[in-house]
């Protein structure tokens, strides 16, 4: 049984260039680094659980046995393996829904960045339109018609002397109005042209900041941005979601398992019971178990969770061989049996046919593989 490594967002060049150390350092690296530690350690305890149920209970002697050889590292212990499952499925959980709030986070900080590009895109357009109107206006036209008054006073002064006066006092008036006009054009003028280029500097600068060329560039890059952590977000989530339902399947698993147990412990206790009588409460009782456990199984197969699929599987087929231990002690009958002897003619576990089953679901979940 193995785990897939997670999945990890690929580094497109679209993105702002970071160093390793500033990757290492991020939030979003952290988490996938702890989700990727902890899919590990899931996988360790899945093979840790195998390993328990398919290997004997060790006795006292080798105890003693293993302690004289010295001291080496314990396996896992069955009770321990599916406590761990849990916990592990439990932490995955948590760091999937963290992971989906920091992609929330990101688009909406690229949708921020966006709006600053479009803003400043729309203020220069609009600074361009009012400059263009300008030269439309009537102050500019009422310019140039009175540079031309000024030169054909000035030739009718020469033409006419004895209205010099007349015409100087005219030609005052005209150069007053004239250098206010111009005064007033150039200084609208003068004031949209400071602007637009203090605009631009601005956005050069920011642009320059954020590792971009262009307005343009950067409003595509972003948008992309944008949409790639809103699609991260949804998937983080539908990821948190399937191992929520997963966790709940699992522990009702194991509260079938561990009521089975307790049962079967109580009435091993009870010395008033025959061994026949025993053995078939016995098989009565690993019919219920079974029949509940494989119900779990088919909902884990209709949503393709395998790694439930096989945790409980595992559970299973350990009840189904304790059947088979039974009928050779107590004699018991039923569908546990009947199942085990119909293993053994096909010279395979029935549960292979449980772990091949498919029920695939359309989106990827830590617990598909």
Known sequence: MFLPPPIVPATTTTFSAKSALELQRSPLQQLQNRGRRLTAELQNLLDAQSLALMSPAPSTSGVRERKKRGKKKQPIDLAAARSGILTAMRELSDVKEREAALYSTLSGERQELLETVNTHTAKTMRLRQQLGKMDAEAE?????KLRNVKMDLVTEIDARRWELRQLEKEMADV?????????????????????????GKRMSEFL????QESPQAAAETWKQEA???????????????????????????????SAFEE?????????TSNRQELGGWISQELDKAVAELDERIRRAEAEGWKLLIVAIGAEVQAMREAGEVLKRSFGGGGEVDKLVEHDEEEGQPEMMGLVDRKGMRSSYSPLDD
């Open 175 to 199: 150069s007053v109005r004239l250098t206010r006009l111009e005064n007033v054009v150039e200084a609208r003028q003068s004031s949209y042209r400071g602007a637009l280029e203090s605009s």
């Open 208 to 211: 320059k900041s954020q590792g």
């Open 227 to 257: 949409q790639t952590f809103a699609e991260k977000k949804e998937a983080a989530e539908k990821e948190y979601e399937a191992l929520c339902e997963g966790m709940e399947l699992w522990e009702s698993a194991m509260d079938v398992v």
């Open 140 to 144: 500019v036209k009422e310019v140039e």
């Open 263 to 271: 049962r079967l412990a109580t009435r091993l206790k009870d010395e």
